[in-house]
């Protein structure tokens, strides 16, 4: 009985799955996004296509771009709380404005033309793919036994329960289970026969992390370490990155610097900058450096007095009008850009806390200091996905998303943060 009622939710939630295949988006892209388009343009004559340089090159380019363009949307979704088609337009703008800088760079011969008519075909071809791709979360099958109730409590992942020990007809069937569970024999031939059979079988610790975006760590014995160590490869890589970026923007940012400076001094006396103690990499203190948003406010001596000072709540009066817009728009944190080239900060990782919040923290929850292992950022995971937080409840919540990104380190993720932070600023929502 339990098998016709998978058969029947199955017959019912199936979709075709042929457009979810990167390597189908690929082809469909340079097809019909980039070689028919081209081919029109120039009425089929390819022998000329051949014999014009600018052409040639112009239809290498936009190949190139497409295929990344694919390749960044695809990476981009895989993430957790993310929509695959809300990135599909700034995934190939990117693309493509960086291939058309290497081919300015390059002094070669291009057409401004074709690489505007591909980019908008491809473009969207690739929208028309992300309307026709499988958006059914219904194919998560739970296994009952040990802490799986915990999946379905947190996350109220739209799922069926495996009452029995038989596999499900889904092709693209996933298997969650509690593996730390004592199951009995039965179940462990369906998990050993799933996998044969191509399925996929997780822990349920592993879904929730990918539903999320968190990391659930209760004790951090329960993880082994280099399942949390970042990349060090990809850190010296962003620590290369950091730094080039930052000596690109200093120039940039001088004028604006500097009539930031003149209207926070006169909206209220008192210094420009706000310089701050806080826990950054490895543990070590240093001073973030930002503009000033709030009114200069008496010395504290006291501990307790100190970490009241440190937490900013809702709606702060001692917020300064100014202050208020530059929180909103985030431009108070730029002065961080001379933390990130001493070292003590990127332009992307976990939020620095104040040092007696940190200190307080530690005490509160286990293991805190281990989100100190990356440099901290001006954005981040955390901030583009909760905000602002001032709770030790809220605390803990933020503290997941800084194990996920550091569980997951790596370019695709900083790219998904920093356009998440475009979002989050245009928008001005999670700014105290």
Sequence with gaps: ?????????????????????????????????????????FQGNVDFVFRNPSALNSI???AVATLSGVVAVRKFGAFPGTIAASYVFPA????????????????????????????????????????????????????????????????GLASMTLHVPALPIEPDAVIVADLHYDHAPEWERVFATAALNGLGVYHYKQVWEAQTGKVRIEHLAENSLGSLLPSNSYAKAKRAVDILFSLIMIPVLIVPFVITAMIIRLDSPGPVFFRQDRIGYRGKVFSVLKFRTMCVATPM????????????????????????????????????????????????????????????????????????????????????????????????????????????????????????????????????
């Design 92 to 155: 190939f703008a990117a693309c493509y404005s960086i291939a058309a800088a290497a081919i300015l760079l390059a002094r070669e011969p291009y057409s401004g033309t074709l690489l505007t008519l591909t980019f908008l075909t491809a473009l969207g071809v690739r929208f028309a793919i992300s309307a026709l791709e499988r958006s059914d979360p219904s194919r998560y099958y739970l296994v009952p036994g040990g802490d799986i109730d915990r999946l379905r409590s947190d996350v």
């Design 301 to 432: 001596h006291g501990a307790a007095d100190q970490l009241h000072a440190a937490i900013t709540q809702d709606d702060d009066v001692r917020i300064t009008k100014v202050g208020r817009f530059l929180r909103k728009t985030r431009i108070d944190e730029l002065p961080q850009i001379f933390n990130i080239l001493r070292g003590e900060m990127s332009w992307i990782g976990p939020r620095p806390e104040a040092q007696p919040l940190s200190e307080w923290y530690e005490r509160e929850i286990p293991f805190y200091l281990y989100r100190h292992i990356v440099r901290p950022g001006i954005t981040g995971w955390a901030q583009v996905n909760q905000g602002h937080v001032s709770g030790i409840s809220e605390v803990h919540d933020k503290l997941r998303f800084d194990f996920y990104y550091i569980k997951n380190f790596s370019m695709w993720l900083d790219l998904l943060i920093l356009f998440k932070t475009g979002v989050v600023v245009i928008r001005g929502s999670g700014a105290k």
């Design 60 to 62: 290498m380019v936009a």
């Design 1 to 41: 009985m339990q098998m016709t009622q998978l058969e029947k939710a199955n017959r019912t939630s199936r979709v075709p799955l042929f457009f979810g295949s990167l390597r189908v988006q690929a082809v469909l892209c340079l097809l019909f996004g980039v070689a028919i388009p081209i081919f029109t343009y």
